[in-house]
């Protein structure tokens, strides 16, 4: 039999993380078995189940990397099949019109909370063959004795007593359907055989069960993933991160390092950190998922960030990060400048965002200096050595980065100075800063008339020393 997974998201208008690691791990087991995973979108509520709060799941998890293999389907499409079901478990005895009023089921609720017991429906009408004329909703018929077991792929055997559920409702006075309703309907109708999801779901889980068996369906197998907390191992906060994958894409993180990142909270290879999609893939498993809540770390997602930047050809890359540099301003295109300055930032860079920001150098001058650098390198001679380094400059037609080394140990050499009080100067007056890629490399890409202009300001805005 074909594995099919689903993921089965509301368009609320976000992607939340929780929910971009449990559609992860549903296309990692499909792709794992050659199955199918399939995408539906639960959009019952209609405020908001705007089409562009649809577009933004779409949008999220075509950045991701997670592409499905059927779908979208639409719950608000499925309206006739959900009725028809309604219809027939009636028929067939296995549930029933309730006549109760909203005022007298909270008369009722009232007086279980007085009593200090469970708020249960107390099956006033499960008896009474209710026909359609009045208002009414309906309710699936729960069994009155026993448990129900459920042998959950990550939590194991979870049991729970019979007693403890009632006659839930499965649609509305409206007629609309709730979602315990259209979630077996749907995958029953899409032959799904895993359900992956959060535990918050797991209280829905045995009330399905009983409705699986009620319409004769076979049901998949569930599998409930444990939830992702911050370092604190509270509820995840801004502090710890943003909850909006697609946040993620804005900070400059790459999908690839996401995929990797969302893979390891909760689920572990031996001691291997960083997986190629490939990897993922080939080791993917839901007996390797643990039962324990995962930890969301910041620090870990930028180290798994930076280690893909790496990885990543540096054509691509950076193309990847002209966003970030026009975003900022600079006027920049894909050339070879480019890839030269993306291959001397990358080593360095956690995202395309902290890429973009080191890369200021070579499009702008600096807009201030350093104190502690000019506190260690703006000496005395640092003013004659840029003079003389402007004056060969001006010479060169073209600038050749091969000949930039030669010439600073040069001056280092006639002027009796340590390599370091020559390239540092230097380094300030064109980054602001003593810290850069290799010097040669710095001035190249800057270009000579705009070292020139740097030089040149640097001398007559720097006091003499």
Request: hydrophobic share 40%; with cysteine.
């Amino acid at each position: 039999m074909t594995m099919r997974t689903r993921f089965a998201p509301s368009p609320t208008g976000v992607l939340h993380l929780g929910n971009a690691r449990t559609a992860l791990f549903n296309w990692l087991l499909a792709r794992h078995h050659q199955g199918v995973f399939v995408l539906r979108i639960e959009d019952t509520d209609r405020e908001r189940s705007t089409p562009e709060n649809i577009q933004v799941i779409v949008d999220a998890m075509k950045w991701l990397g997670l592409d499905f293999d059927e779908g979208p389907f639409f719950q608000s499409e499925r309206m006739p099949q959900y009725h028809a079901a309604a219809e027939r478990l009636i028929a067939e005895g296995q549930a029933y019109r309730c006549r109760c009023t909203s005022a007298e089921l909270e008369a009722k609720r009232q007086q279980a909370i007085a009593e200090k017991r469970k708020s249960l429906y107390d099956r006033t009408c499960r008896d009474k063959n209710h026909g359609p004329e009045a208002p009414h909703i309906v309710r699936l018929k729960m069994p009155n004795e026993g448990s129900t077991v459920l042998d959950d792929l990550i939590k194991g055997r979870v049991e729970v007593n019979n007693a403890e559920m009632d006659d839930w409702i499965i649609l509305r006075s409206d007629g609309s359907p709730v979602y315990n309703f259209c979630v077996v309907i749907d995958d029953t109708d899409m032959r799904i055989t895993h359900v992956v999801r959060g535990e918050d779901h797991l209280t829905n889980t045995h009330k399905q069960l009983h409705l699986y068996r009620a319409l004769g369906f076979e049901p998949p197998r569930f599998g409930h993933l444990p939830l992702i907390l911050g370092k604190n191992r509270s509820k995840m906060s801004k502090r710890d991160g943003a909850t909006n994958l697609l946040d993620y894409r804005e900070m400059g993180f790459l999908p690839q390092a996401m995929r990797n990142f969302l893979a390891r909270l909760g689920w572990s290879h031996g001691d291997q950190e960083l997986f190629t999609d490939e990897e993922l893939i080939a080791s993917f498993n839901l007996e390797s998922v643990s039962a324990s809540n995962a930890v969301f770390d910041m620090d870990k997602l930028n180290w798994t960030n930076g280690s893909k930047i790496r990885e990543t050809d540096v054509r691509e890359l950076a193309e990847l990060a002209l966003p970030f540099l026009r975003e900022r301003g600079y006027a920049v295109q894909q050339d070879e400048r480019l890839v030269r300055i993306v291959a001397l930032l990358r080593e360095r860079s956690t995202t395309l965002a902290d890429l973009a920001d080191r890369a200021r150098m070579f499009f702008a001058p600096p807009d201030a200096y350093d104190e502690k650098a000019l506190k260690k390198w703006w000496k005395a001679e640092a003013r004659p050595v840029l003079e003389q380094f402007l004056q060969w400059l001006k010479a060169q037609d073209p600038l050749h980065e091969e000949d930039i080394m030669p010439l600073l140990d040069k001056l280092a050499q006639d002027n009796a100075l340590q390599i370091g009080q020559v390239a540092q100067p230097l380094r300030i007056a064109l980054t602001g800063s003593s810290a850069s890629p290799p010097i040669e490399a710095t001035v190249a890409l800057i270009g000579k008339e705009e070292v020139i202009a740097r030089v040149e300001k640097a001398l007559t805005t720097l006091p003499n020393v």
